[in-house]
């Protein structure tokens, strides 16, 4: 079966400082790998897609980047962070075949002070 | 913007009853739509989902009503269980430019059972 991990679970961290999350899939190949930003209350903003090695689509203008170093790990980053960039983030996963349901991760609580 | 909406952000039952969150959704072109669950401080959890040539979908416990007329989704859940608290969203899928699999989120519905 696959399953997904993200870490850490929960980071605080100031403003200015560095951020590094990881998203792990497992159990899957090939799949599209996407990063989405949960402020407190409200929907779900897509921050960044991929479709491969390499490959990354970003949806907003915004300090963050994401990475996807190998086929199954999906990395967001900032070199340095903002106040506005807390938040919960999710990672998910859809297979290429089915290319419809998305599959999440646990989630990283983000708070920047 | 989102062109996914929901009408009643917060949804409060009686345990026992029955649940329906709406959703209105306003790209006709949109072929595919799923439900999600958001328990507090969690990723949010595949409920159900229903393809556009579909008007209705049946679940455990769970039904979803796609009204393509007016444009509209509604999940109803039978016989609301406190467990049943959450967050709903409902999401359509847009394939654009290459860029298969993407959706578009809803803001959410809270549901709150009563004991």
């Known amino acids: 079966s696959q399953t997904i991990h993200q870490w850490p679970a929960t980071l605080v961290q100031p403003v200015g400082s560095p951020l590094s999350l990881e998203c792990t899939v497992e159990?899957?190949?090939?799949?599209?790998l996407y990063w989405y930003r949960q402020a407190a209350g409200r929907g779900l903003q897509l921050l960044f897609y991929?479709?491969?090695?390499?490959?990354i689509s970003s949806e907003v203008p915004q300090n963050l980047s994401a990475s996807r170093p190998q086929d199954r790990q999906f990395i967001l980053s900032s070199k340095k962070l903002l106040l506005s960039d807390s938040g919960f983030y999710l990672c998910?996963?859809?297979?290429?075949?089915?290319?419809?349901?998305?599959?999440f991760g646990p989630g990283t609580r983000l708070t920047v002070t | 913007g989102e062109s996914v909406g929901l009408h009643l952000p917060t949804l409060s039952v009686q345990e026992g009853d029955n649940s329906i969150i709406n959703c209105a959704y306003s790209?006709?072109?949109?072929?595919?739509f799923i439900w999600y669950k958001q328990e507090s401080g969690k990723g949010p959890q595949f409920i159900i989902d229903?393809?556009?040539?579909?008007d209705k979908r049946q679940g455990q416990r769970v039904t979803v009503l796609l009204n393509k007329t007016v444009k509209h989704l509604s999940l109803q859940i039978a016989a609301t269980q406190p467990g049943d608290s959450a967050v709903y969203f409902c999401?359509?899928?847009?394939?654009?430019?290459?860029?298969?699999?993407?959706?578009?989120f809803g803001k959410g519905t809270k549901l709150s059972v009563k004991p």
């Open positions: 991929s479709v491969g090695i390499g490959q």
């Open positions: 790209n006709s072109a949109s072929d595919y």
């Open positions: 999401a359509e899928n847009r394939n654009y430019g290459g860029s298969q699999g993407n959706l578009i």
């Open positions: 998910a996963w859809n297979s290429r075949l089915l290319s419809y349901e998305q599959y």
């Open positions: 229903i393809r556009s040539n579909m």
């Open positions: 159990g899957t190949s090939n799949p599209n």
